[in-house]
């Protein structure tokens, strides 16, 4: 069954550095592109940051230069670098495969990391 567990997150000040973690089961992580999303407070989840299975990235464009998304296949575990952090960062941040994780008709998620950014 699958299953990712994130983990990482904190209460950081602006200009401050996390390093958040998300463990796959299985081979999830080996042939699949992963992504990083966050949900802030009343608003949508938002894609952050995207590996593919050959380590290409892509970014949101308000992260780019300050995030960094990473993968290691032997692990089975993405990583998501965040320096000079901003309270606009401030989210519940979940990863997923690309497409969604699908569980008996519904989309997965993990419980998320939640990162909070003081000003």
């Known amino acids: 069954q699958a299953q990712l567990v994130e983990s990482g997150g904190g209460l950081v000040q602006t200009g401050g550095s996390l390093r958040l973690s998300c463990a796959a089961s299985?081979?999830?992580?080996?042939?699949?592109?992963m992504d990083w999303y966050r949900q802030a407070p009343g608003k949508q989840r938002e894609l952050v940051a995207s590996i593919t299975t050959g380590s290409s990235t892509n970014y949101l464009d308000s992260v780019k230069g300050r995030f960094t998304i990473s993968r290691d296949n032997a692990k089975n575990t993405v990583y998501l670098q965040m320096n000079n952090l901003k309270p606009e960062d401030t989210a519940v941040y979940y990863c997923?495969?690309?497409?969604?994780?699908?569980?008996?008709?519904?989309?997965?998620w993990g419980k998320g990391t939640l990162v909070t950014v003081s000003s």
């Open positions: 299985g081979s999830i992580l080996r042939f699949n592109t």
């Open positions: 997923n495969t690309k497409p969604v994780i699908r569980v008996n008709g519904m989309d997965y």
